[in-house]
């Protein structure tokens, strides 16, 4: 740590030093920990409560003032480290970084051995040098930071260290940058966050090197080798980065290299199949399949592994007693190889499903997602026909939703919502089916049976009408609707989207119904 070089603040320290530090938080907060407030006498305390509270309403200005005043009227008080910091962290949220750094130096010169106080300075210089752009010299208080045996161990050290990490990365120094993000990964009780963002660099680092020896040796000793726990994490660690970033392409695939995301995808998955016995120990098998089911089906597209890895999970599945819960497990699987274009295996899960119209709704989604639309009706037009009580419904509510957003059969649509008869929510399609078929007088007529119908409605229905009135060039009648809008519904956010309206149109917001009528007819 920095050793103190002047004796002005010697005195005013002597009382400071003989008290024990307060243990550091793992959330750093710039606010006083309460054993020192609670030292405070009541004038002291008054002085730092008006600082403090212009600091919480983000009055930098102010809280710097009112933290040099009392810097001034207790220069012996044993909270002056604290004070100073304060009054430059106040400069620097008010972003006069210059000054900032300069009381920051103050702080290090005087206090340099008060970790709690120095430690948190050193660290937002570095950070004020960065916002001034400098940022070889804020580097260079971040490795200050790193390297002292006191100052690193503080929580802001975590994000020093792991920001001095990322800078040696992007300099292309590699073993520089996974020294540091591996130090910062020792914060993970102190100061999570930062030690997760390090900890994912790193598994990235080896996943895109290939590099699973190293990526255990990172992770792995004798304590640790044979504990279950640990050893299941490393393998969802590394399946959670794997499974994000291979989508991404990780920034290192373009379409000039594809085949060599094809090999690190195979490496990784076959590292992953060696860490099935941690999850088999673990008693967590379904976890395995879950990940090696999703990656194969939607990041590898290996087909045949795919198979063989449901062929091998099938007497976990089967051995699920409850048959809800069984096919639940199937309807996933069968799920997750539709979204990866894998039909033929698809339906092999379906035929695992013992319920006959849960198994013909997933055949449904199976012939939707082919886009064979005659074949995906007809099913769902099976399942409206028995008549259940749990599947029918849904089977009316999607055949109806098809209709209307993907075929554009808005007449067969609404006989179908009609049928459903489940209003306001079956009226609030109809309409929109009027709209795109571009029936406006028959959208706005059913507008209006719901604003009459159903008073929790009844301001968005008023609404769509001016608004419906407004994309078809009915000035007249969009300014008579929205002026209602704001004399029968004044306290809603429609009557807010009504006033724009009016602006828009240059129209005075003062009055309520016009000559036009009132819109409700």
Known sequence: MRVLCRTLFLAALLTDVLLAAPRLRADWTWELPNERYQRMNMFERAQYDKAASQFRQNSYKSAAAEFEKF?????????????????????????????????????????????????????????AHLDNGDVRQGMELFKEMADDEDYQKHPLAAGAIRQLADNEWRNGKKEAAIKYWKQTCGFAKINPGEAGVARANLTDYYIKERDYAGYEEWLINAE?????DHRRWIAQNAWERAWGNFYHDWGKYNSFNRDEKTKDMRAWYDWFKRQKEWYEKKGDLWTYYHNAVYFLSQRLYDRKETRRVIDESMPLHKAIQDPGQRNDRFAW????????????????CITMISDPLYATYKRYELQAAKGAWDDALKLLVQIEQANNQAWSPRAFGEHARVLKDVLGR?????????????????????QECYKRWGKL???LSTLTEIENSFPPDAARAAWHKAWYQHEAGNKAEAVAQAKRILKV?????????????????????????????????
């Not at 640790?224 to 279950?228: E, K, V, Y």
């Not at 808005?410 to 109809?430: R, V």
């Open 441 to 443: 007088n028959e959208a």
């Open 489 to 521: 519904y004044p306290k809603t956010q429609e009557s807010s989207q009504a006033h724009q309206l009016l602006e828009q149109y240059g129209v005075a917001t003062g009055g309520g119904v016009t000559e036009a009528g009132d819109g409700n007819e």
């Open 71 to 127: 810097k001034i009227q207790f220069p012996d008080s044993e909270n002056l480290p604290y004070i100073l910091f304060m009054t430059g962290y106040s400069h620097h949220q008010d972003k006069q970084r210059n000054k900032a750094i300069q009381i920051y130096e103050e702080v290090l010169d005087y206090f340099g051995d008060r970790v709690e106080f120095a430690a948190p300075a050193l660290y937002f210089e570095g950070i």
């Open 410 to 430: 808005y007449e067969e649509a609404i006989k179908l919502y009609q049928q459903i008869n489940q209003p306001p929510g079956t009226l609030w399609a109809i």
């Open 333 to 348: 699987l069968a799920d997750r190889l539709r979204e990866g274009g894998d039909w033929e295996t698809c339906e092999y």
């Open 224 to 228: 640790n080798r044979d504990n279950l």
